[in-house]
Each structure stands twice: as structure tokens, then as C-alpha cells.
């Protein structure tokens, strides 16, 4: 799929901003602060729900605006659609596909997807477990919408738990401790088991471009790890899960908080053998989240038949010239949106962003 044309009203620094895109490589380029980012994030919004800066509505809205306008057309295998986001400071926001209201989120996912690849994801092999699950999770959210109700349920109730734990569990409540063990064993299950299919096809793939990458230097394995032990049925983590918690109950007790379930999974990226979170060059690492990223929009192809649209924020001058150029060549039939602070190569469509509140006259231009 491709983006035809994105338009912005009062989103961050874009009062109004009209951008129309071709389908293949698009740069976006201008100085620190030029709102580049901001574009990608308001792409980013209609695949994931999300900002990928973690932000609120609210914070999305340009300063001193009531809302903000989003408007988003794309072309996927079999059509074009329109799809419409207003937000707003203190209420819900609203979404449209083709001019019809949608009032679940979990439907609106999967519609538009995107994959984004930020300086802070060149970090992630190293970064804490937190930071590797969530990128696995907002990859499964856009191929299954299902899975954002498994995790935010996981969420609500882990936060009961832990409010009911940090009260101090007495035995009129250890009753609501074990129906919240049971729901939380449940879910782990389904998550968990989400991850690990997923992690496992990702790794497989991003195999594949690392070894391309490196001309068969370095070999990359993903490796999924829980608290309870191999992962296979959806049956078996369920048990395991819950035996678990049996077994650790006294310590959850004591020490106030949930230490087991979902929340504690990782995964390993392996490179040569050796655990990258430990042991991995800076080159090492660039080249495993490339492959990581590449893979991740394959993988939503393989699932989902569409390509997705890669938004590379500000990454490519963080590579080195050879890895460029294997991006470079991989970019074929496929859309790019890419930042930067350069000017981009002749033949590349380019286009200038500027700061209107800083710079006064104009928005945002195509050259
Ligand atoms: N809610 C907002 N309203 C108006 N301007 C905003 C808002 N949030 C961020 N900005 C501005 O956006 C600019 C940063 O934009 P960004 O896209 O990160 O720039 P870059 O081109 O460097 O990627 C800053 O000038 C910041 O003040
Ligand atoms: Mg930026």
C-alpha cells in the first residue's frame, strides 16, 4: 500500500500542511525543529492509534488550538480510502474510514500500516526488556487488532492486582487475588503466545537481511524467553502461568507488587551466537535493528498480503555508507517516507519542511 496525500491542520508546528506523496522514495528535509518528525508521527497515528513518542491527544494539538484535523488517503491492493481523525483536548477522539464513523480503535487498526524506524530504535537491542516488548507489541497490534484488547484487559487488571497487592492483601481479598491470578494467567497465555509466533517469524526473516547485509558475517536469531519456560500451547502457558503465581504468591504478598506474567517477557537478539544484548558492536547493532525493521514490514505482508510504508526518521545518516546503500537498493516497490536534514539527491522527491510559527511565512513545500 502507499499514501497518496496526507493533510494536517493545527497537529504540533503544522497549522496546515498539504503533503502529496509518490510511491516510492519521498524525503522530508529542513532544520532541527522544521516539524519533520511531527509528519512522520502523524502518519504513524493511523497505523498504530499511537504517537510513537507516547504522547496524548491533547499534546498533539498545536498549541493554544481547541483540535486538530488529520486526513490520510491511501491506496491499498484493491482501492483508495480516506481516513479522517479529529482530536480534541478533553474528549474522545473521532475516526473515519471513507466518511463513516468508527468508534472502536480495534477497527480502525490494520486498515493503514506503517513501520517506523527512529534513532531510538537503534538503541532497542540494548535498551531494557520494556522497550523490545513494545515494539513487538505495536508490530502485532497493526497485523491483529485483536491483540490491543488482550493487552489493554492485561493492563487494567494488572493494575488492580497490584493496587489490591499494595493495599495489603488480607483474607477477605485473597479471593479477588485469585480471580485476578486466573484472568492474568489467561491473558499472559494469549499474549505471550502472540509474541512468540511473532518474534519467532520476525527473527526468521530478519535473518535473512542480516545475512545479506553483512554478506554472511553475522548470523541473527531471535530468542523468546518467559518466566515459565518453553513457550508451545496456548494450553500449557496458561498452567504454567498460574502455577506460577501459586508458587510466588507469599513473595507477590510481601513484597506488594505482580512478579510474574506477560510483562516479564523478553526476547534475545543472538549475533553469531552471542547474546547482542551484551555483547554487540554499535555496527552490529545498527545492521540487527535494520534487518529487524525490513523484516517487520515483510512479515505484515505475509500476514496481512499489503506492503506496509516505511517511515525512517532521521536514521539514515546514523547508518554507514554501506548499509545506505543496501537500503538504497532494497528500496524498490515500495513507498519511503524518509527525514533528514539534507537536501536529497536530484531525481529523489523532496520536500521542504518548515517551522510556519518559527519561520513566519510558509508551511510546507514540495520542490
Ligand atoms: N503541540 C504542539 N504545538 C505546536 N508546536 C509543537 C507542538 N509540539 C511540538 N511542537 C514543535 O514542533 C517542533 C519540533 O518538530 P519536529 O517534527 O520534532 O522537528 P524535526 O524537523 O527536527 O523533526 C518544535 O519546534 C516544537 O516546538
Ligand atoms: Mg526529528
New binding site residues.
Given amino acids: 500500500m502507499y499514501i497518496n496525500s496526507l493533510t494536517l491542520r493545527d497537529f504540533?508546528?503544522h497549522a496546515h500542511t498539504e503533503l502529496e506523496f509518490t510511491r516510492d522514495v519521498n524525503v522530508l528535509w529542513?532544520e532541527?525543529?522544521?516539524?519533520?518528525?511531527?509528519l512522520l508521527e502523524a502518519v504513524f497515528l493511523f497505523a498504530s492509534g499511537k504517537s510513537f513518542r507516547g504522547q496524548t491527544d491533547k499534546?498533539?494539538?498545536?498549541?493554544g488550538k481547541p483540535e486538530s484535523y488529520l486526513k490520510l488517503v491511501f491506496t491499498d491492493r484493491f482501492s483508495e480510502h480516506v481516513l479522517e481523525m479529529n482530536l480534541y483536548k478533553n474528549r474522545r477522539r473521532l475516526l473515519f474510514k471513507d466518511g463513516c464513523e468508527i468508534k472502536r480503535l480495534s477497527e480502525y487498526l490494520g486498515l493503514f500500516r506503517a513501520v517506523v524506524f527512529t534513532p531510538d530504535h537503534l538503541k532497542i537491542i540494548k535498551a531494557s526488556p520494556e522497550n523490545r516488548r513494545r515494539l513487538a507489541d505495536i508490530a502485532i497490534c497493526q497485523t491483529f487488532p485483536r491483540y490491543v484488547a488482550s493487552l489493554s484487559e492485561y493492563n487494567r487488571i494488572l493494575l488492580q492486582k497490584n493496587n489490591l497487592l499494595k493495599s495489603g492483601v488480607t483474607e477477605l481479598s485473597l479471593p479477588m487475588l485469585e480471580i485476578y491470578n486466573e484472568r492474568l494467567a489467561q491473558l499472559s497465555a494469549v499474549i505471550t503466545l502472540n509474541r512468540y509466533n511473532y518474534i519467532n517469524r520476525l527473527g526468521e526473516k530478519a535473518a535473512v537481511y542480516m545475512n545479506e547485509m553483512t554478506e554472511g558475517k553475522e548470523e541473527l536469531r531471535l530468542v523468546y524467553e518467559t518466566q515459565y519456560g518453553g513457550v508451545f500451547t496456548r494450553e500449557e502457558l496458561y498452567k504454567n502461568c498460574l502455577a506460577l503465581y501459586k508458587r510466588r504468591q507469599e513473595a507477590e504478598i510481601s513484597k506488594r507488587v505482580t512478579l510474574c506474567g506477560c510483562h516479564h517477557d523478553d526476547f534475545a537478539v543472538m549475533i553469531n551466537s552471542k547474546d547482542a544484548r551484551s555483547y554487540a558492536s554499535q555496527g552490529q547493532q545498527r545492521s540487527a535493528v535494520l534487518a529487524l525493521k525490513l523484516a517487520e514490514g515483510e512479515l505484515a505482508k505475509v500476514y496481512t498480503g499489503e506492503e506496509s510504508v516505511f517511515l525512517f526518521d532521521d536514521v539514515l545518516s546514523e547508518l554507514d555508507e554501506k548499509r545506505r546503500a543496501y537500503v538504497t537498493q532494497k528500496l524498490t516497490s515500495r513507498q519511503f517516507i524518509l527525514?533528514g536534514c539534507d537536501a536529497p539527491a536530484e531525481g529523489v522527491t523532496a520536500f521542504r519542511?518548515h517551522?510556519a510559527?518559527?519561520a513566519a511565512e510558509d508551511g510546507t513545500e514540495r520542490e
Fill in positions: 504540533r508546528s529542513g532541527n525543529g522544521a516539524g519533520k518528525t511531527n499534546e498533539l494539538i498545536s498549541f527525514t519542511v517551522n510559527a518559527r
